[in-house]
């Protein structure tokens, strides 16, 4: 969406950049008063920070009763997210490819009769990495878990995606356009088989995706590189 990149304060005067923020609350006073100000320009990143703290507080004790917090923490966290900041494409940063994986992970480990070492192992290393931007290698993805590595990359890729086109206001110029319905499709087909794809197809889905932001953002060799990507997912 259009929004203006300043906010001014009706009680105090203060001025504070919502593209930086996400907020229309002063920073100074605390009003909810504002007004924006400045040029209009696209915008969809709510500027959140993911804060798993809670969570690993109570995976000292028992990784179970981390699991509900981090999910939270991280459903909050990518629904607050954007890719587009000031009329800017971001790009598709680890951080969110680690919440939207965690996220379900944490589902389908709570949902578990029995947790074996490598899945524990697994869970707390994206705990403990997310807030960072560390993920897992794909080799170090247990095999119980791809399925939610599949599933979580391909959320986060059609998010992207999504914000691509809303860059260009629903109508991306080519080659990007071919590109994204590529990516489209490939998406589609995660979902259809609930995710289980190999690991290292999830990374190549991601970084089509990350190529094609490249692409957007002027790299002149980004085109051919996401086009191969694209090729070798299965």
Request: overall charge negative.
């Amino acid at each position: 969406m259009d929004v203006r990149g300043e906010r001014e304060c009706k009680s105090c005067g203060t001025r504070w950049s919502y593209f930086e923020t996400g907020s229309v609350e002063c920073p100074d006073c605390g009003s909810l008063r504002s007004v924006g100000v400045g040029e209009r320009a696209q915008h969809t990143d709510g500027a959140a920070d993911l804060d798993l703290s809670a969570a690993r507080e109570a995976a000292v004790d028992d990784l179970r009763g981390a699991l509900d917090p981090a999910a939270d923490a991280c459903r909050d966290y990518c629904q607050s997210r954007g890719f587009v900041s000031g009329g800017d494409l971001l790009e598709l940063d680890d951080t969110y490819l680690a919440a939207q994986e965690l996220r379900r992970a944490a589902l389908v480990v709570g949902d578990a009769l029995r947790v074996g070492e490598n899945e524990e192992r697994y869970v707390l290393a994206l705990l403990n990495g997310a807030e960072d931007g560390d993920r897992p290698a794909p080799e170090d993805v247990p095999e119980s878990l791809r399925a939610v590595r599949g599933l979580g990359y391909a959320a986060a890729v059609d998010a992207y995606r999504a914000d691509v086109r809303a860059f260009f206001d629903d109508e991306p110029p080519e080659p990007e356009r071919g590109l994204l319905e590529r990516l489209r499709e490939h998406v589609k087909r995660v979902k259809a088989l609930d995710g289980d794809v190999s690991p290292e197809d999830s990374e190549r889905l991601v970084s089509a995706a990350r190529r094609i932001g490249d692409a957007v953002r002027g790299d002149e060799t980004a085109v051919e590189e996401a086009r191969t990507h694209l090729d070798r997912l299965a």
